[in-house]
């Protein structure tokens, strides 16, 4: 027989029981798209936390903080230090950053606040983004970036803050000295607000190193470097370190952070794959049931000259197409699933003043794997009913009521 009219004379079941095998389909669109909805949200959810971790040149980042328990330093980084860091081989960016609590003034309000100053290249490898307004560039010596939880608590609007300035009373004390000392002269800068990062839990602003340049700083309390490629971020690490930094990389974070979510999408796919399995155990009822009221049928045509190959490529292509059809339409029901879900989550978000992102991600790859899939599925299922088809003896099955 051939393969179009196994197809033909499979597909022509099809008709002739609709209500069941519509149901059979559906029974195992259910299990798909179960699996379609519960990994695509861990992968969404892996895709969310990651881009918030890092972007492409923060994964090349490392960070290199100040030698432990130096006597007579403050646990910093000492401008003559910057040199031997920026020697070692793989070393291609260098993004000193010098961090204190100041306080902030603006329109009568005052604040204290996280003060970091930084180059144009600190803002690449930190992976952070501006969510209104530009960068610090490196000639602008009377600019800030400021998160919008200090916007809040200097009473700016967020909407409408680049005719606005900031006052900074700077000191070139460290943190350790400035809780030692009484003498603490502070120099007051004023700084326009250029850009607002989107962060109500940190109160952090942003200045250049251009714009302190004058007041002498010779220390650095952190100091971000990026690495010519992937491979020689351990390299360089265990150079650094053997000078005596402490240094750590957030490509150590993102691999602990993928690790967790395939812990969790293999957790999420077991669920989906519980609804499949109670799928395939009622299509193999359904081919079982077929069998059955087929018999004579199948009596008929190995009568006719149909050899029992011909009877198990029939039945069995009727699984495989139950198989495929459910997983195609399971994708879509899948998809419809998650796009509304996304939109009534977002919708939520919006009303709340949060940030509208999309928690549902699924690769082409794991498309295709799923037809695939619930294909072999179908095949399986389909393996013993087939076989039994194929095994029926032509005049008992001729005499079967």
Do not use: C
């Amino acid at each position: 027989m051939l393969i179009f009219d196994t197809i033909r004379i499979s597909a022509r079941s099809f008709k002739n029981n609709r209500l069941r095998t519509f149901l059979t389909v559906m029974g195992i669109s259910v299990g798909i798209s179960s699996i379609f909805f519960l990994v695509s949200l861990g992968y969404g959810f892996q895709k969310v936390v990651l881009e918030r971790i890092a972007t492409s040149d923060s994964l090349l980042s490392i960070d290199v903080f100040p030698k432990p328990g130096d006597s007579g330093e403050s646990n910093v980084i000492l401008n003559k230090d910057i040199p031997e860091i920026e020697k070692v081989d793989g070393v291609s960016k260098i993004a000193p950053i010098i961090t204190q609590k100041f306080k902030l003034h603006s329109g009568g309000f005052t604040t204290d606040a996280k003060v970091n100053i930084v180059n144009g290249d600190f803002f690449k490898l930190e992976g952070l983004a501006i969510q209104k307004g530009e960068f610090l560039s490196d000639k602008g010596k009377n600019e800030i970036v400021a998160t919008s939880s200090v916007l809040d608590l200097l009473h700016i609007s967020s909407d409408n803050f680049e005719n606005n300035e900031i006052t900074i009373d700077i000191s070139t004390l460290t943190e350790k000295e400035l809780d030692t000392t009484k003498n603490n002269k502070t120099v007051e800068k004023k700084y326009k607000i250029v850009g607002m990062i989107n962060d109500k839990s940190k109160a952090n602003v942003y200045i250049t190193n251009s714009s302190v340049s004058d007041l002498g700083f010779d220390y650095f309390n952190r100091i971000k470097i990026r690495v010519t490629s992937e491979e020689r971020i351990n390299s360089v690490r265990n150079a650094i370190s053997e000078k005596g930094y402490i240094v750590s990389a957030i490509s150590d974070t993102v691999e602990q952070t993928r690790k967790i979510f395939n812990v969790i999408q293999i957790v999420l796919l077991s669920f989906g794959m519980l609804a499949l399995v109670v799928s395939a155990i009622g299509m193999f009822n359904t081919m079982t049931i077929s069998l059955l009221e087929r018999t004579q049928e199948i009596a008929i045509m190995k009568s006719l000259g149909a050899s029992a190959r011909d009877i198990w490529s029939m039945f069995l292509t009727e699984s495989v197409l139950i198989g495929f059809l459910g997983g195609t339409i399971g994708i879509g029901i899948g998809f419809a699933g998650t796009e509304f879900v996304n939109v009534l989550l977002n919708l939520v978000a919006k009303n709340f003043g949060g940030v509208s992102v999309d928690i549902f991600y699924i690769p082409l790859w794991f498309v295709v794997f799923i037809i695939i899939f619930s294909t072999v599925v179908g095949l399986v299922t389909g393996f013993y009913p087939a076989k039994r088809a194929a095994a029926l003896d032509t005049l008992e099955a001729l005499r079967y009521k």
